[in-house]
């Protein structure tokens, strides 16, 4: 499954149809479109878009029998078909053109091509820098004009110093 975090949301326009209730699971716990895709290892996102762009009939029977493999209190009453058809009913319909100018899919290769990238980059800036340093190094130090420093370390003789008392 594509991690969530990796897939752009679709629109707001879905929500309504990932957070509608299916039903209580066993436990009693209110089951949501979202999480019980989740729970079949589908990316939410992705079967949102798939369903939006089938035909009505061909996306509840879809729908229809992954809430029938969805293990659930038949306290309801109603079938899965009945069920997938009041929640594909919330989905707001659009072409596969439509949908995919909405969002576009980052695929986990993506990410790790992104990655490899940027280790390439950070590797070649590390190269540069070494090379940088050691033709630096390597470089003979700087000559430094001693006439100056000659003339200045040249002890002047002292004057005479007159004795006025003499």
């Known amino acids: 499954m594509t991690h969530s975090a990796l897939t752009p949301l679709l629109g707001r326009e879905f929500d309504d149809f990932l957070f509608a209730s299916i039903g209580e699971d ?54 899965a078909a009945t069920i997938a058809a009041r929640l594909i009913a919330l989905l707001p319909r659009h072409s596969a053109s439509e949908i995919s100018a909405l969002r576009t899919v980052v695929d986990a290769r993506d990410v790790r091509k992104f990655r490899a990238g940027m280790c390439m980059y950070a590797i070649f800036f590390i190269i540069v820098m070494a090379a940088q340093w050691i033709a630096a190094s390597l470089q003979a130090p700087p000559r430094i004009d001693n006439t100056e420093a000659s003339a200045s370390s040249t002890v002047l003789p002292q004057p005479p110093s007159s004795n006025s008392g003499q």
Not at 34 to 50: G, H, I
Not at 53 to 59: I, L, Q, T
Not at 71 to 79: C, E, F, I, K, R
């Open 26 to 79: 066993r436990n009693g716990t209110t089951l949501s479109v979202l999480s019980a895709l989740a729970r079949f290892d589908v990316d939410p996102w992705q079967e949102t878009a798939s369903l939006a762009r089938m035909p009505k009939e061909r996306a509840t029977e879809r729908l229809a029998a992954l809430i029938a493999a969805t293990p659930m209190d038949s306290a309801t009453g109603l079938s």
